[in-house]
């Protein structure tokens, strides 16, 4: 398993433990996940899921709050999720 596979493999088990609302499914789709979260669209999280992508810092950051993650770890560096969005916000 390469790496982007390991961190697809994760973002897969983490989208799974979220119960879907809209669909009779034990878990949230990835179309759903894409419905309800802004910067995110099922062709980005299925080529994350599958290992082939690269996403940048913000997408990571959009699908931890996708995820209901509040905090991501990257590079031993804990990022708040809720303050890196309030500052996109603020950017734009």
């Given at each position: 398993?390469?790496?982007?596979?390991?961190?697809?493999?994760?973002?897969?088990?983490?989208?799974?433990k979220?119960?879907?609302?809209?669909?009779?499914?034990?878990?949230?789709?990835?179309?759903?996940?894409?419905?309800?979260n802004?910067?995110?669209?099922?062709?980005?999280?299925?080529?994350?899921?599958?290992?082939?992508?690269?996403?940048?810092?913000?997408?990571?950051?959009?699908?931890?709050?996708?995820?209901?993650?509040?905090?991501l770890?990257?590079?031993?560096?804990?990022?708040?999720?809720?303050?890196?969005?309030?500052?996109?916000?603020?950017?734009?």
């Amino acid at each position: 398993m390469t790496e982007k596979e390991k961190l697809g493999d994760r973002l897969r088990k983490l989208r799974e433990k979220i119960p879907s609302s809209d669909y009779v499914k034990d878990f949230i789709s990835q179309q759903e996940l894409a419905d309800k979260n802004i910067g995110l669209t099922k062709h980005l999280i299925g080529t994350i899921e599958r290992g082939d992508a690269n996403p940048t810092l913000e997408k990571l950051i959009f699908l931890g709050k996708a995820l209901n993650l509040r905090t991501l770890n990257i590079l031993d560096v804990d990022i708040n999720i809720e303050k890196f969005i309030k500052e996109c916000e603020k950017i734009k």
